[in-house]
């Protein structure tokens, strides 16, 4: 059974940093394309990170330039540098694996809370 177990979450104050782990367990993890969604209170649900197979990157544009996505194959582990928090990015974090991230996310993390609040 594929499991994505998401830590590192937790309260920060705006200005700080988080680093976000996902270890994933029941599957290869170096084929699948990997990130990091998000959910804040009455919002929807947006992609913040994705690394695919290749190493590729994107970014939500509110998140460029202060997130940072990175894997290490070898440990079947995601991460997620997060600098500079602003209390905007106050949300549940979600861990994805997917096949084909451009279909759509076969596996999910069952979330971290992230707060950035004085």
């Known amino acids: 059974q594929v499991q994505l177990v998401e830590s590192g979450g937790g309260l920060v104050q705006p200005g700080g940093s988080l680093k976000l782990s996902c270890e994933a367990s029941?599957?290869?993890?170096?084929?699948?394309?990997m990130g990091w969604y998000r959910q804040a209170p009455g919002q929807e649900r947006e992609k913040v990170a994705g690394m695919n197979r290749d190493g590729s990157t994107i970014y939500l544009d509110s998140v460029k330039g202060r997130f940072t996505i990175s894997r290490d194959n070898a440990k079947n582990t995601a991460f997620l540098q997060m600098n500079a928090l602003k209390p905007e990015d106050t949300a549940v974090y979600y861990c994805?694996?997917?096949?084909?991230?451009?279909?759509?996310?076969?596996?999910w993390g069952k979330g971290i809370l992230v707060t950035v609040s004085s």
């Open positions: 994805y694996v997917s096949r084909f991230s451009a279909i759509g996310v076969d596996y």
């Open positions: 029941g599957l290869i993890f170096s084929p699948y394309d």
